[in-house]
């Protein structure tokens, strides 16, 4: 039980870190919840070619497909790094979901086609799952994908589809047989982003998160671009959210240092916010809290690596305490600004440009990629074993349920 | 990074809950409970036989030279099975102070007793007024002074909630020498008989029904002056680093405990029927699970974290700190969440062990260091704490927030239109 790294660990942190460093605008500042505009977006899209070209969006895949081949450790530093830093990539659902499905299950040709181009920064993904009556319940995915030769022809609507530039695939999960239970009848395909029949609407949301509706109106898809068997998608929409998981990064605890300078610059009453004892006890927790992500972060990277002399991870409650935590911080800003903080960018008497009021908006946002009460019902079964009603009773439940 | 126990650690682990699991089940400790000494004499020589106390001490006193890992891991399984010693007072406060800060003809003398388990210490820190506001871990808190005379210090006065007072052989009293100074400089350590004339050890009654903590007046107790550990005025520093090395302990224990209720817990909702069902489905059972299992792993982390910076001799104040407080609530949680679980049957004292991990709970969670002392630790290290590092690259000027006027979903005119 240790908790160092070796000395080629802190020269590859020292790259990654110097690499950022030298690479990033100084004026510099992580987005949480603050619209950005087209020149903006034009920055990232070029900033993660450059991270791509040195391979750090990919680090972990194998090198024929663009990686770098790096140990779940390695690929720690690098994701810290970016924790560290405040970057989020555009299009990051590509390098963390997309692809090491596709390296997975696809086939090699697949891999050649869609991997390398996310691999190099060029290519923007979706992950097209959630539909307005399939949320948390995923299996209840109605788009439907009937075959036609060569062809697949998809049709239906998807929603709350993050992603704020022009898609090159959307990763879409479909429905090609009907099942009972619903979950053994679904598949996921690649579907061009400009395809003929596929309009988009976007979807504007609290705290200038950006989301859309996608609509498939006779779209014809390729029997090439189905990833992994028909009917098993489901599956390997299960294999998505685990990579998902995997890819929240050991805390760097720089969200805790911005709140430590905000409270040490701001003043009330003439004194320091870092001096008031309700503060200070605030920040504290905050810091335990950030202790234990950071540790839980490097548990789930060095897990992966004992994978095959432990086996999978039965639960991971990294995603779920992060969920827990998140309007905390939010909180302690707003509640400082108090009357201040409903103010927008534009308005007179704006203190810090606005910006606490949007993040304070994105803080409601913790359902994607699992609501914390799916996560804790996951967690509860799956890692405890505790009971829950098969699927099958539950329309029988529901029926009596009106019955009164 | 790595979060496994070496092969000799698991086997420790084995060991240490093999044996408890036999020789302290739950009959062992209400037993011990309602004994003078508070602990079972019989179970300490059986544990010092096995070398439990000497796991951190050099091979040259008789110990393992082991590090304070392994130490957690033994707490963690004494933890688990509510195994009540005065092994934490005699090797981790005392025996440790004395390791660290005493002379060679202290350490050969009172050491290899230590080891062997045929000597019982005490540290006698706390006051009945630094316990009250909140001093009672900083050098503030130490006012019972100690007063030269002679080749003597005269001791007088009152220390409160000292562990293991009434079996210890010797008593390691905290005591002022100086005033007028920093507060830690001025603070010297006496190792006292325990047998010295003037010294009144009164038992306190707590809720954990257990005889183990003492009111200890010192009337005008005299002490040689070759019986300071350390230097005379700076005995703060080597008690500091031995008191937290006990408060990582303390968190090994309450981890132990915590797993333990964990499992207590989530069988009993997956058998208990209620309504037809185990009462398990409900979601709120499974919340109260899910939140031990999340309270229990991240106490477990930290307090490694900070064992493990404890062994490299790295700075370990936060971490300490953080641990400590971090179990501390952990550990009042986990028993809160089983107790709603298991509900009345919980509650009876005849049966289940419940009632006795919430009482010793307690007892952790306020020993060397409460969650309220730890956090203000915390909130202080937390005041020098880097701003974050600025990139060195060209400005850009895209992060201005009052300029982002455009919403983000003008920029995709085209899309707009063909969704009409």
């Not at chain 1, 560290?84 to 997309?98: E, I």
């Amino acid at each position: 039980m240790e908790f160092g790294f070796t000395e080629a660990h802190e020269k590859l942190r020292k790259e990654v870190h110097d690499f950022f460093m030298n690479e990033l605008p100084s004026d510099h500042y992580p987005q949480s919840g603050v619209r950005s505009s087209e020149e903006h977006e034009k920055f990232q899209a070029e900033f993660v070619k450059k991270a791509a070209r040195k391979g750090y969006t990919s680090a972990g895949w194998p090198k024929k497909y663009g990686g770098l081949g790096f140990t779940s450790i390695e690929q720690g530093i690098v994701s810290e790094q970016m924790s560290y830093w405040g970057m989020v990539w555009p299009g990051a659902l590509g390098f963390s979901l997309v692809a090491p499905v596709i390296l997975t299950a696809g086939t090699d040709e697949q891999k050649e086609r869609f991997v390398s181009p996310i691999a190099r920064g060029e290519s923007i993904c979706f992950e097209c799952f959630t539909e307005p009556n399939a949320g948390s319940d995923e299996a209840n995915v109605q788009m439907r994908a009937v075959e036609d030769g060569d062809h697949y022809i998809l049709n239906g609507q998807k929603t709350f589809i993050s992603g704020g530039q022009k898609p090159d695939w959307l990763y879409t999960l479909v429905r090609t047989s009907e099942t009972i239970p619903p979950h053994r009848g679904l598949s996921i395909f690649m579907v061009p982003g400009d395809a003929e029949g596929v309009s988009y609407r976007p979807l504007p949301t609290m705290g200038g998160s950006r989301q859309n509706e996608i609509f498939y109106d006779n779209v014809r898809v390729p029997r090439e671009n189905l990833i992994g068997e028909k009917d098993r998608g489901f599956y390997l929409a299960m294999t998505t959210f685990e990579f998902e998981r995997a890819a929240v990064s050991p805390d760097a605890r720089t969200g805790l240092r911005r709140l430590v300078e905000f409270c040490r610059k701001e003043k009330k009453n003439g004194r320091p916010l870092i001096e008031d004892p309700h503060v200070r006890k605030m920040l504290a927790r905050m810091a335990m809290h950030q202790q234990v992500m950071w540790l839980l972060g490097w548990y789930a990277a060095w897990r992966r690596t004992a994978r095959e002399k432990m086996g999978p991870l039965s639960y991971d409650l990294t995603m779920f305490m992060r969920k827990q935590w998140a309007p905390t911080s939010a909180n302690l800003l707003m509640n400082t600004l108090g009357m201040y903080g409903q103010l927008e960018p534009d308005s007179r008497h704006a203190k810090y440009n606005g910006a606490v009021g949007r993040s304070w908006e994105a803080s409601r946002m913790i359902h994607a990629a699992g609501t914390p009460e799916i996560l804790q019902v996951v967690i509860a079964n799956r890692g405890l074993g505790l009971p829950r009603v098969p699927r099958k009773f539950n329309a029988m439940i529901n029926e009596a349920l009106s019955e009164g | 990074m790595d979060f496994s126990l070496k092969e000799e650690q698991e086997m420790l682990k084995t060991m240490a809950r093999d044996f408890l699991e036999k020789e302290c089940p739950e009959a062992v400790v209400r037993d011990t409970i309602r004994r003078t000494e508070g602990y079972s004499t019989e179970l300490w020589r059986k544990i010092a036989d096995l070398g439990w106390m000497g796991i951190t001490f050099p091979e040259e006193y008789g110990g393992m030279g082991a590090s304070l890992i392994d130490l957690a891991v033994l707490y963690e399984e004494m933890g688990r099975a509510m195994y009540v010693s005065p092994h934490l007072s005699t090797v981790v406060l005392c025996g440790n102070t004395v390791l660290a800060a005493g002379s060679k003809e202290q350490k050969d003398e009172i050491l290899p007793g230590v080891v062997n388990g045929e000597t019982i210490l005490a540290l006698a820190l706390t006051e009945p007024e630094s316990a009250w506001d909140g001093t009672a871990w900083t050098p503030e808190g130490v006012a019972v002074k100690a007063t030269a005379d002679g080749d003597d210090y005269v001791i007088d006065g009152v220390k409160l909630f000292v562990h293991d007072a009434h079996v210890a052989d010797r008593i390691l009293c905290v005591a002022r020498t100086k005033d007028g100074g920093a507060p830690e400089d001025g603070v010297t350590l006496f190792l006292v008989d325990a047998e010295s004339p003037g010294i009144t050890c009164n038992l306190l009654k707590t809720m954990s029904g257990n005889h183990k903590q003492s009111e200890v007046v010192f009337d005008k107790v005299r002490v040689p002056a070759k019986n300071i550990i350390g230097e005379l005025n700076g005995g703060w520093a080597p008690l500091k680093r031995s008191m937290q090395i006990g408060a990582v302990m303390l968190c090994a224990e309450m981890v132990g405990a915590g797993q333990k209720i964990l499992e207590l817990t989530v069988d009993y909702a997956r058998t208990r029927i209620q309504f037809d069902m185990p009462i398990g489905i409900h979601q709120h059972v499974q919340a109260h699970c899910v939140q031990l299992v999340a309270d229990v792993d991240s106490s477990r982390w930290v307090t490694y974290l900070a064992a493990w910076k404890l062994d490299e001799d790295m700075d370990a104040d936060f971490d300490v700190a953080v641990a400590k407080a971090l179990a501390g609530e952990a550990n009042e949680s986990a028993c809160w969440r089983s107790h709603q679980v298991f509900a009345g049957v919980g509650s009876t004292e005849a049966l289940g062990t419940l009632p006795l991990y919430t009482r010793f709970g307690n007892v952790d969670r306020f020993y060397l260091g409460d969650p309220e002392h730890c956090m203000g630790i915390i909130a202080g290290e937390l005041e020098s704490l880097p701003e974050p590092e600025k990139p060195k690259g060209k400005p850009l000027g895209l992060w201005d927030v009052s300029k982002q006027g455009l919403p983000t979903w003008d920029i995709w005119k085209e899309y707009y239109e063909k969704a009409g």
